[in-house]
C-alpha cells in the first residue's frame, strides 16, 4: 500500500512539471514569463533595409520583441496586405492614393530618400548626369557612354515598371522622362532585383531610392544637373527627387508596435537612417504619433 502512495505521488508530480513546462511553451504565465511578440512589416522594397537596419538596433534592447522586416512585396501590397491584417506594419513609399485613403489606416511619414540615377562602378568619367540625358538615354537616343564624356561602351539600362514609386517621382519631375513612349532596357519589380543587377552588369544604369542603393558593392550614386543628394540640399529643395519613407498601421496598435514606431523618433534612429540614404522628418511631427 506504502509503495503504492508512493508511485501516485510521484506521477503526479511527473504530470504537474509537464504541465508548467507546456505552459511556460505556451507563453502562458509560469517560470519562464510571457512568450515574445513578433512584429511584422511588410511593403515597400525602397525602406526595405533600412527598416531591417532600425529593426536589428531595437532588437538589441528589446530582447521580448521580434520584428521581421519581409521581402519586398510593393507600396501598394503592403497597404493591402495591412488593411487585411496580414502585417502589423506596411512599409509605404510615397501617399496614399484616394481609393487606398478609404481604407482608414493611419499614415506616418518619418523619413525622406533621394531617388538617385546610379551606375555600375565600370562607367568612369562621368559625375553627374542632367535630365535630358536621363531622357535620352532611356529612351534609346543616347546608346554609348561616350556621347556623355564616358568609355567607348554601350549602355544597358535597368528600368522599372509603370506605377514604381522612384518612377514616379522621377516622371514627375523630369517630363521628358514621362513623355518616353516605349522605354528601353530591363524591367526589374523590386528595388533589391533593381540594384543588383546594376552592380553585377558592367556599364548598367539605373535609378533607385539612396536608401536602396548606398553602401551596395559596384555601384556609384551621380548628381543630378551638378546637385548631390544631400541632407542639405533636399532641405532646401536643390534636389528636388524625393521619396517619403512612411508607415501605415490598422487600427490602434499594439503597445509594442507602438513602442517600435516611437522608437523611430529617437536620435538613435536618426543616427541610423543618416547612415543609410534617409533623412528624418519628424522632429516637429511628434503629435502625430499613435
Known amino acids: ?5 508512493l508511485l501516485v505521488a510521484a506521477l503526479f508530480l511527473l504530470l504537474s512539471t509537464a504541465i508548467n513546462s ?6 502562458s504565465p509560469g517560470a519562464g514569463g510571457p512568450a515574445g511578440k513578433t512584429i511584422v512589416i511588410c511593403g515597400s522594397g525602397d ?15 528589446h530582447p521580448d520583441v521580434s520584428i521581421d522586416v519581409q521581402d519586398s512585396i510593393g507600396s501598394s501590397g503592403g497597404i493591402k496586405a495591412t488593411a487585411a491584417g496580414k502585417c502589423d506594419l506596411g512599409r509605404v513609399a510615397r501617399p496614399l492614393k484616394e481609393k487606398e485613403q478609404r481604407l ?15 551606375v555600375n562602378s565600370s562607367v568612369t568619367g562621368i559625375t553627374s548626369i542632367t535630365g535630358p540625358q536621363v531622357a ?4 534609346g537616343v543616347i546608346t554609348h557612354w561616350s556621347e556623355l564624356g564616358g568609355p567607348h561602351e554601350k549602355i544597358y539600362v535597368a528600368n522599372r515598371e509603370k506605377g514604381d514609386s522612384s518612377r514616379s517621382i522621377i516622371e514627375e519631375y523630369i517630363p521628358a522622362f514621362n513623355d518616353i513612349d516605349k522605354p528601353v532596357g ?36 551621380l548628381q543630378l544637373n551638378h546637385v548631390s543628394p544631400t541632407r542639405e540640399n533636399v532641405a532646401k529643395g536643390a534636389y528636388k527627387l524625393v521619396a517619403p519613407f512612411a508607415l501605415v498601421w490598422k487600427d490602434k496598435p499594439a503597445q509594442q508596435v507602438k513602442d517600435f514606431i516611437d522608437f523611430l523618433l529617437s536620435p538613435a534612429a536618426e543616427k541610423i537612417m543618416a547612415g543609410n540614404g ?10 502625430d504619433r499613435p
Open 1 to 5: 500500500m506504502k509503495k503504492m502512495l
Open 47 to 61: 525602406s526595405q533595409n533600412l527598416l531591417r537596419h532600425l529593426a536589428a538596433a531595437y532588437e538589441q534592447f
Open 136 to 139: 535620352g538615354i532611356f529612351a
Open 186 to 221: 530591363q524591367i526589374l519589380y523590386t528595388t533589391q532585383e533593381n540594384v543588383a543587377a546594376i552592380s553585377r552588369y558592367k556599364y548598367t544604369i539605373g535609378y533607385a531610392s539612396l536608401a536602396g542603393a548606398k553602401n551596395q558593392p559596384n555601384i556609384v550614386v
Open 22 to 27: 507546456e505552459a511556460d511553451n505556451d507563453g
Open 278 to 287: 534617409t533623412f528624418s522628418v519628424l522632429s516637429g511631427r511628434r503629435d
Open 104 to 118: 482608414n489606416l493611419s499614415y506616418l511619414l518619418f523619413a525622406d530618400s533621394p531617388v538617385v540615377f546610379v
